[in-house]
């Protein structure tokens, strides 16, 4: 089995402040809709910038980056797993537990509310940086959509006014991070030779990570 997740990571984007009575006005069709605007390329008039590719025995990374005039830098990345289902590489990304024992940046994570109703969930994190930044506490919004042939999970900030700001850690409240997973076709190899884009070696070891954590998790899930 084959499986392609194709990430936006951190992306800027505006949500509404105030409070939430209802909870489906959380994360919304309105949301969905913006990732696969994204997914399909209409973010604008610029070309996506390959940033590099990487492979090991049973996985395929390639990143890309897009620079608009007027926004800060999108981030988009499609990475294929060999031997992993869907849905096991979607609860992999929705397991917090599990994140905390192999996300070095991730220090802290609560579920604060959750909405049986339609799935949708709201989740404190605190991350860690380097030593010349503060650490940073997201209040994130997130829900899943599974039309039959992937599953579209959203992830954004959101106020939450029930849980005040603190001088320390420092707050984001603007982003959007979300991804699309799905069958894929087929185990495609990026070209041999050097990489044609920047990589460093804190990239490698990330996507190593990720992938030996990955490796781990799926070990530990019961078969089916």
Same mark, same amino acid.
């Given at each position: ?8 990571? &951190? ?70 797993? /060999? ?31 959750? &909405? ?15 030593? &010349? ?61 050097? &990489? ?9 070891? /990330? ?18």
């Amino acid at each position: 089995m084959l499986s392609e997740l194709i990430l936006f990571p &951190f992306l800027p984007y505006i949500f509404s402040s105030g409070n939430f009575g209802i909870e489906h006005e959380i994360v919304t069709e309105k949301d969905l809709d913006h990732l696969i605007q994204l997914l399909d390329g209409k973010i604008g008039d610029a070309a996506w910038q390959h940033q590099m590719d990487r492979t090991t025995s049973n996985m395929l990374y390639q990143a890309w980056r897009y620079e608009p005039e007027d926004s800060p830098i999108v981030y988009k990345s499609r990475t294929v797993f /060999e031997d992993a289902t869907p849905e096991l590489v979607k609860d992999f990304f929705w397991d917090d537990e599990f994140r905390l024992k192999w996300d070095a940046m991730l220090a802290y994570s609560k579920i604060l509310e959750e &909405f049986p109703e339609n799935g949708t969930m709201i989740v404190q994190w605190i991350k860690k940086f380097p030593f &010349f930044c503060s650490d940073r506490e997201y209040i994130i919004g997130r829900r899943i959509w599974d039309d039959g042939k992937a599953f579209y999970c959203i992830t954004k900030g959101v106020p939450y006014p029930s849980l005040p700001e603190r001088e320390r850690p420092r707050r984001v409240g603007l982003y959007f991070s979300s991804w699309r997973i799905k069958d894929a076709a087929g185990f495609i190899q990026p070209n041999q030779g050097p &990489f044609q884009a920047l990589l460093s070696s804190r990239n490698v070891q /990330e996507i190593a990570g990720h992938d030996a954590a990955m490796s781990d998790w799926l070990a530990n899930q019961p078969s089916t």
